[in-house]
């Protein structure tokens, strides 16, 4: 009945839904190539400071261990271990002072406990799903104007879905965040498993 009548309106109800598939299916795939992206960076980033961190842990032991040895030479093997404690003490006590001086200008709270209230969304703030909607051609069909209508209320949909998950991340305890990951995983795993 409904291709009968989209037949007589002029338009193939087929190729519109096929069209509406292809959209999603092209922001799907943008949306997982970006993460994925996003992905990639950051754990090049965070190998990159791991091992300058090694880096520097190995030249600092190079520099007490060359410490020692030009102190031994003139003065003894007690003296220079003596020397490389007193520099290893001097920089641990350095440390020390330093993160108590930080820590008492800036005292954190847990987030988990105590959640900041996230702000709330400006209008000028990108929405991720609306932008994505091309603008509706102006000899479009009576179909094209209800399936344009029907994508454009899903995106305003998916936004407000995406802002709240949004807040929700920035709100919620660590405990109910990690909860809903775990049965995400496992919703995941279980429709992977009967496909």
Do not use: C
């Not at 949306?31 to 091992?51: D, F, P, S």
């Not at 020390?96 to 800036?106: G, I, P, S």
């Not at 094209?144 to 029907?150: K, Q």
């Not at 936004?159 to 809903?180: C, K, N, V």
Request: hydrophobic share 55%.
């Amino acid at each position: 009945m409904l291709r009968a009548l989209s037949r007589v309106l002029g338009v193939n109800l087929d190729r519109k839904l096929a069209q509406l598939h292809g959209r999603f299916d092209e922001l799907t795939t943008r949306a997982i190539a970006h993460a994925t992206e996003q992905v990639k960076e950051t754990g090049l980033t965070v190998g990159l400071l791991l091992i300058g961190a090694i880096a520097t842990l190995l030249t600092l032991i190079v520099v007490l261990a060359a410490l020692y040895l030009w102190v031994d030479t003139y003065h003894g093997p007690f003296v220079a271990l003596a020397v490389v404690g007193a520099v290893t003490a001097s920089l641990a006590a350095l440390m020390f002072v330093l993160a108590y001086r930080r820590a008492r200008r800036q005292p954190v709270a847990p987030l988990y406990l105590n959640p900041a209230a996230s702000p709330a969304p400006s209008a000028s703030s990108p929405v991720l799903v609306s932008a994505a909607l091309p603008p509706l051609p102006p000899n479009a069909s009576l179909f094209d104007h209800l399936t344009h209508r029907f994508s454009t209320r899903v995106a305003a949909a998916s936004d407000e879905a995406l802002d709240a998950a949004i807040h929700a991340m920035r709100t919620s305890s660590r405990p109910a965040l990690f909860g809903t990951l775990a049965a995400v995983a496992l919703v995941g795993v279980l429709i992977g498993r009967r496909r």
